[in-house]
């Protein structure tokens, strides 16, 4: 970079933010196998695609995260990243959620179903089960479990069948055939609840004997079928119990260890391929069982408190369980000779191999993938052995963890770890990374900066809350303490909200005169009145603004509420992203005529892409639009409506992000299926199109020094330089993007923003000449300062190194190459803060960082679970 940069630095810590715990998790589960073998599996060799990561929490919603690793490496440093948020109803929960095949005949055994191929299920602790529209995020419908609490959700392998264990005891199947969601039957009831199901290895269903003459495409269809012959349930009352599928009756019960006058409660259960079932109780007990003779196996006392949680390796030889005392322990398949045998004559036999702490608190869930699924040995799924597993973690800690679960046997060869945090690769040796929490919806922040007035507003589940930063006075140092003294910043504004759902999105405007919330069904508008004498803000509502806006929308759009919000630079404009039915509106806050009107509603979003590989085709005009379109390709012309039918049908998106220029000439807009789009506000017209890029956008902005120039950063810390005014990637930015460092890309934070210093208006470079402009790429844990019109040079963090000889010369001022042939430094990386919430310019060389330590927040919870190993009484 050649030169420091000195920025004043207001370090806000005051921001009370706290995420909500980690209550579940669920991969998608993998199509069965053909029967008779007809489809098989896709032997070429390429990087094996991973799955989504669907995360429920405690304060009822749900984020679906996308793994962030490209088709070309195995490798993703920033493993997954949220892409969407399913907001759930106000003042609910998520106890269980289960990821189902929506018609697993169309999915081929070798590919990982996708997200459109999913359904959701979850339910609250109370006697709802939920059914989520992914594509739209929010509840599609529900249905009563007729038997009280639902205490654990299972579906079975074939994503046929729903499984809901009850408060009073019983088990009611739920069919999910044909896109069904209705009660099928109802199993024997117990004395018990029931908290924990299993469904055991499905059976290749018996084909009847077909006439020569009478093959069907029917029969085909019946190849691929499989049947299931029962479910094991952990029960409170120091049982498993095992039912027959056909009759619905209980074959067998199970005893477990219990203490004088407790029961215990089984609050996970497992099948494996070969019938054995796991079990993990109150006790701390692993207990495995014979599922024909119903006889315990074995038993370990993997805990010293209740086991929660327990999870299946992919080949099913190995067991990971968790709970209170925040330990994660592994039980693992060996071989061992008999006695008195040789080692031919070997038998299996689990064992308990090792043990870590991962977490701080209560683990409420575990996952991994690849997922397992209990199969007979001979339609055993078979996984690349030089490929480490990964195993994710949750709890009353509030952020994932995600760990490399390689076992030992496998390591002979090189076994790739695709978290990139260490180069061994087995669970016991390798690193463990913390996944940090996304504070706003879709991945993005929940706190918002007003430049002009100098608020900052931060957006919980149904209130929010706005804080002022007070003047820097002239005698205070380059650097501000910690905010919490009174002349630091002050409290104007804690509102609480009436909504039917949690908050998706806010803004703030720049004056501080404006305030935008929305929920998932109403979007609401707020005038601010500042008092002058105290300071205080007062809200008053705009009553008839949803009204305003109903009128602008179809009649097939049920809700007003909006995934997105910003407002222009002036705070004359309102720019929202709809839910569900995905259009872009232009409002003008009538700050002349005093009432509010939607300008120009754009549905750019909801049109089908035409794509080849994955990417938009470039000049693909879309039908019935009189907004100018890009025309770079040749052929756009001469493309008639007939040649591309699926475009005029409409698609669900969600729009995840939006800016404006500082000039507010520009909007841009992105969704969740990566597409994104440029438009113009001085003309209300859409302008360009952008190709769709592999990963989700993180971040957009525009540089103040060339407003035209638009910043995307992508979630594996990517980033591309748009010109939006000459609809073109500048050439000049071909070299620094082409060229990114490794210590910029591989860091395991994702990207959350981009901020640029404010300029003086007279200050006015031209894109195609080079200017004294920088951006700050920010994530969770680090800010990096990035010259936009220099070489990439160097790049490292601020640590001091300890091979200073090995450090390329001092940079010159010019931020060019040195008389010694060096480029300067760039991508300077600064890891003072964490966790970072919000990083963005007051003024010219004015910094806001708002930061939320983890221990401020784990110092809120209840004391985590300790037992004393020395000096015990």
Known sequence: MGETTALSVHRCR?????????????????????????????????????????????????????????????????????????????????????????????????????????RLFSTGGGNELLEWDIAKGYVRRSLSSQGGSIWSIAANPASTLLALGCEDGSIHIINLEHDSFDHLRRFDRSKSRILSIAWGPPSPRERKQASSGDESDDSDEDENEWTDSWLVAGCSDSSLRKWDITTGRVLDRMSTDKMRGERTLVWAVGVLGDGTIVSGDSLGLVKFWDSRTCTQLHSFQGHNADILCLTISPEGTAIYTSGVDQKTTQFSLIKAPKSGSSILAASSRWVQTSSKRMHSHDVRALAIWPPYTPLPHTYKRQFPTDIAPVLVSGGLDMSLVAAPAALPQYTIGKVVNPLSTSTVATFEDAYHRRIAYSSGTNGSSAVHLARRSRLILCMRETSVTIWRILQKSSNESEELPVPGQDDGWEKVLEMELNVVSNLIASAISGDGNWLAVSDHHETKLFSMEIDEKSGDIKPRRVRDFAETLQLQLPESASTTGASTLTFSPDSSRLVMGTVGSSYILIVDLGLDSGKPRVLRRFDHHRRAMFTVDDRAVKGRKCQKTHDVEMTDAPDAAASSDEDLPDLAKPVVTTITRMAVSPDGQWLATTDDRHRSHIFNLDSVQHHAVLPSFPQQVQALSFSFSAPSLLVLAFANNTFELYDAEARQFPPWSRELCNSLPKR??????????????????????????????????????????????????????????????????????????????????????????????????????????????????????????????????
Not at 43 to 59: C, E, H, I, Q, Y
Not at 63 to 90: D, F, N, R, Y
Not at 841 to 869: H, Q, T
């Open 744 to 873: 910029f890309t591989h860091i395991h934070d994702t990207v959350l923003g981009v901020a640029f210093s404010p300029t003086p208006s007279e200050a006015k470079p031209s894109l195609h000449m080079p200017w004294k402009s920088f951006a700050l790429f920010w994530g969770a844990t680090w800010i990096c300062k990035v010259q936009l019109d220099v070489p990439v040079g160097w790049g490292g963090f601020s640590k001091k190194r300890h091979r200073r000889n090995s450090r390329p010369a001092p940079p010159q001022a010019n931020g060019r190459k040195d008389g010694h042939g060096h480029h300067s430094e760039n991508f300077k990386v600064v890891t003072n803060y964490r966790q970072i919430l919000l990083a963005e310019f007051l003024a010219s060389g004015e910094l806001v960082v708002v930061e939320r330590p983890l221990m401020d927040i784990l110092a809120k919870l209840p004391p985590a679970y300790f037992k004393p190993k020395y000096g015990a009484s």
């Open 14 to 118: 005051f921001v009370d933010y706290t995420p909500s715990a980690i209550t579940c998790l669920a991969f998608p589960p993998l199509p069965l196998p053909s029967i008779k073998g007809k489809r098989k599996a896709n032997t070429s060799r390429r990087v094996p695609k991973v799955g989504m990561l669907a995360v429920g929490r405690a304060n009822g919603n749900i984020e679906l995260c996308e793994w962030t690793g490209s088709q070309q490496e195995i490798e993703a440093p920033q493993a997954w990243v949220v892409t969407k948020t399913l907001a759930g109803p106000s003042a609910s929960k998520v106890d269980s959620i289960a990821l189902t095949l929506r018609f697993p005949q169309s999915v081929d055994i070798d590919e990982v179903p996708a997200t459109a191929d999913l």
